[in-house]
């Protein structure tokens, strides 16, 4: 089972692992944290979003609870919460892209800003796994690796999913990558599993 086999294929895997007490229970991962990883190619993006909202619901009515969090909607959250959603539509123009860059990365900062308000979500609401999503659409502003190593603190209960749109790539001679629509070297991350990978 890989990221290239069919979509209904790699759905079925996916269900089948999110339901299985393996899995929600944490077992078989020594002393890591329940990070996984489940890389597509973002051509994929419509079906995978498709995907995931039948994956929530047929979750759900095997008992199973998700909470899905999509770091754009967050983001689009935090920047309205400080007020300044409005002032950076009218400010954009005369903005250059370096300082629109360096402000929303102050804003969504994941360690002092994003992560804490995930965090909240996480002990607000009651669920058996973490989802996910918006990588691709928060990018430059947030970078995957740093939300995940930001969560690896307040995330470490329960397993977490983050939905890639690209390449999650292990190698013994340059460690592991999240390649960011399979051509952005986002950065090494070391500590999360491949779903394609995870035995049901």
């Not at 002092?112 to 928060?138: C, M, Q, W």
Request: aromatic letters at 10%; a negative charge; one cysteine or more.
């Amino acid at each position: 089972m890989n990221e290239n086999s069919p979509l209904n294929i790699r759905y079925d895997h996916l269900l089948k692992l999110f339901k299985s007490k393996r899995f929600l229970n944490k077992e078989g991962l020594g002393n890591e944290v329940p990070f996984f990883i489940c890389p597509y190619d973002p051509k994929e993006a419509v079906e995978m979003t498709r995907n995931q909202r039948m994956l929530i619901s047929n979750l759900a009515q095997a008992g199973i609870r998700v909470l899905s969090v999509d770091l754009f909607d967050v983001s689009i959250e935090l920047l309205k919460s400080r007020q300044i959603l409005e002032n950076i539509f009218s400010q954009e123009q005369d903005l250059s892209k370096e300082e629109l860059l360096e402000l929303l990365q102050n804003v969504l900062d994941p360690e002092r800003n994003l992560v804490p308000y995930i965090a909240n979500k996480i002990s607000e609401t009651e669920h058996d796994i973490l989802f996910i999503s918006g990588v691709g659409e928060v990018y430059p502003f947030i970078r995957s690796h740093n939300v995940l190593n930001n969560l690896q603190s307040t995330a470490k209960d329960k397993p977490t999913v983050m939905f890639f749109p690209g390449t999650y790539t292990h190698s013994l001679s340059v460690g592991s990558s999240l390649d960011l629509f399979g051509r952005l070297h986002d950065d090494k991350y070391y500590r999360a599993f491949n779903v394609f990978q995870c035995e049901v």
